[in-house]
């Protein structure tokens, strides 16, 4: 399960509205080792350098920076995000095929309804490991150690 707060919640379905109709991306990062929970916390929106509304790919050196940074402060990626700006939150083959932190939640938003606009979004989050997916239930809070916000 993938627990994430509210504010990071909405962070990611904002990034992924301003850049429609290019595909967004970004990671949450979290401590590392992550404790039990994979806790999220720091939102870091990265640039989808592919500019395209059906693919998205990190930049070479905006990871190399990432990796860096994630490095000295002691964090790893603990949700790598996208968006899909006309198909369902489910990972292509592609993002299969370059999914490649085991630990990481994969968390995709569909604005396949709303576009940019505000109304109904999908948010879902799976494990991809060697291929396989799977799909994880997405738990919602105010704040880490409170209840479920919705």
Not at 40 to 67: C, G, H, K, V
């Amino acid at each position: 399960m993938l627990t994430i707060t509210e504010e990071l919640y909405e962070q990611i379905v904002a990034h992924a509205r301003k850049d429609f109709p290019d595909e967004a991306c970004g990671v949450v990062a979290g401590p590392e080792p992550a404790p039990a929970d994979g806790r999220p916390e720091r939102f870091i929106p990265m640039l989808n350098a592919a500019r395209s509304p059906t693919f998205y790919q990190f930049d070479s050196m905006d990871l190399y920076w990432l990796d860096r940074d994630l490095s000295d402060r002691g964090e790893e990626q603990v949700v790598i995000y996208h968006s899909h700006t006309a198909t369902e939150a489910y990972p292509s083959r592609t993002d299969i095929e370059l999914a490649q932190e085991p630990g990481a939640h994969y968390v995709l938003v569909s604005l396949a309804e709303s576009g940019a606009d505000d109304g109904p979004v999908s948010f879902r989050s799976f494990r991809i490991v060697d291929g396989v997916v799977t799909e994880e239930d997405v738990n919602v809070v105010a704040s880490y150690g409170e209840v479920p916000a919705h």
